[in-house]
């Protein structure tokens, strides 16, 4: 069957990978969450002492990008592929508010945006690939046969996310989710090198009023009209 790239771009906590992966899994195709690579750099850099709340070395983070080995491995029991950061697994490191908190600031660099771009186009350049990000259908894969742009209200946003980590364990306060919500929209979109936006050819789903399972068929239906 003839394989195309689905690029799935949109604010942050839109559901984006959750689609994504169930895509990717009807589909056969590869998954790669683009936002796992730009959190696992920001783990790095706090590990580092390059940035922390008062200070941001950025000159030391790209001084350091060669010493960063980014992988992904698929974990049967999960049914999605973990992140690696030099051969450890920082899965569940990258996903807490703290990290959440730098991580658009450090994606704003572009020696990192550069870095990772390229791995993401060797990932993709035999296609069968759904990728999700900020930049996906705009930078990464201009060509995208099928480009989604999901968006919804910062309100349900934080409140998806806000359960997401308490579910988790992480004891976090609604508020604090919603202001950072509206901090990485805000500096994902007004960062000089590959500001978010809606790829003129994209589709653009707002699901704040919309189940899983309506998005997930109304998804499914444009990839097979494409295919
Ligand atoms: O998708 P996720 O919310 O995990 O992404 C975390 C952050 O990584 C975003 O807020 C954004 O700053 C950055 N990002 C990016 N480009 C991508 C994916 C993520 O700038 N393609």
Redesign the pocket.
């Known amino acids: 069957m003839n394989k195309i790239t689905i690029a799935i ?1 949109g604010f ?2 839109t559901g ?2 959750t689609i994504a992966k169930q895509l990717a899994k009807k589909l056969e195709y590869i998954y790669v ?7 696992a750099v ?1 783990l790095f850099a706090l590990r580092k002492g390059h940035i922390d709340a008062e200070n941001f070395s950025v000159n030391d983070l790209v001084a350091d990008l060669d010493a960063i080995n980014l992988t992904f491995k698929y974990n049967d029991s999960l049914g999605f592929a973990e992140m690696y950061l030099n051969g450890e697994n920082v899965e569940k490191e ?2 807490t508010l703290h990290i ?1 908190e730098y ?6 660099i572009p020696e990192v ?1 550069y870095q ?2 390229k791995q ?1 186009q060797k990932m993709g350049k035999d296609k069968g690939i759904v ?6 259908g705009t ?2 894969f201009p060509d995208a046969e099928l480009k989604l742009f999901m968006t919804a209200s910062p309100e349900k946003r934080a409140m998806r996310r806000y359960k997401e980590l308490i579910d988790k364990g992480d004891k976090v306060a609604y508020e604090d989710v919603l202001r950072n919500v509206q901090s ?2 805000y ?2 979109s007004h ?1 000089e090198d ?1 500001p ?1 936006r809606q790829a003129e050819d994209a589709v653009a789903l707002d699901n704040s009023d919309m189940g899983l399972k309506e998005q997930f068929e109304r998804i499914l239906n444009l990839a097979n009209r494409t295919i």
């Open positions: 771009d942050s906590s984006k990978s969450d683009t936002g796992a690579m730009y959190r920001t990258i996903r959440s991580v658009s600031k450090v994606a704003a945006r990772l771009v993401q990728m999700d990000g900020r930049d996906i930078v990464v990485r929209d500096i994902d960062r590959s978010l």
